[in-house]
């Protein structure tokens, strides 16, 4: 586990979310067909935790409130995997999904040495208004991978180039 026998390029892995712009996707997509590998995209539901995990990565999960219980949670969303497909399938990339959970941080850090990954892209997140530098690196994914785990990290921003919005740290 986590040991590239050299048979098969080093995948990248992608976190994805709803609502993330096509761009962040483009991108991942670009990195993996440079590497000429394949692209996993991951969303992670923060609302579960994992209890059991097979040797072969499988992860049995449970929900954090043990008073609610939806079991569309136990698969991966299919309306964001049709926006993967719409996204990523004209790319050429060969891509598949995964369904992690628990922190988003340490659940892609995971993957990521379990599949023995070359990177891990993520993307900023876009804010309509200005917060304070300590909310913004509290909440930052990228900044929590930089710290917990030792491969490259590729940190994509929210806003599209030549698009003009506010810094995360700017009030106005």
Do not use: K
């Not at 096509?22 to 997509?29: C, E, M, Q, V």
């Not at 995990?53 to 954090?64: C, K, Q, R």
């Not at 969303?77 to 999904?97: E, I, Q, Y």
């Amino acid at each position: 586990m986590g040991e590239n026998t050299g048979l098969d390029p080093q995948p990248v892995v992608l976190g994805v979310a709803p609502g993330q712009p096509d761009h962040i996707l483009h991108d991942a997509a670009r990195f993996a067909t440079q590497f000429g590998t394949e692209l996993i995209c991951a969303h992670v539901n923060a609302g579960r935790f994992a209890v059991s995990e097979d040797s072969a990565g499988a992860v049995t999960s449970a929900p954090i409130d043990p008073d609610y219980h939806d079991e569309r949670e136990d698969e991966f969303d299919p309306a964001l995997a049709a926006r993967l497909a719409a996204v990523l399938d004209p790319s050429g990339v060969r891509w598949s999904t995964r369904l992690l959970v628990g922190d988003t941080a340490d659940a892609l850090a995971h993957l990521a040495e379990t599949v023995d990954a070359a990177m891990i892209v993520v993307g900023t997140h876009e804010r309509g208004f200005g917060g304070g530098v300590q909310e913004f690196f509290n909440r930052s994914i990228a900044v929590h991978l930089a710290h917990r785990q030792n491969r490259p990290v590729v940190v994509v921003p929210a806003r599209a180039p030549g698009v003009e919005s506010p810094l995360p740290w700017v009030t106005r």
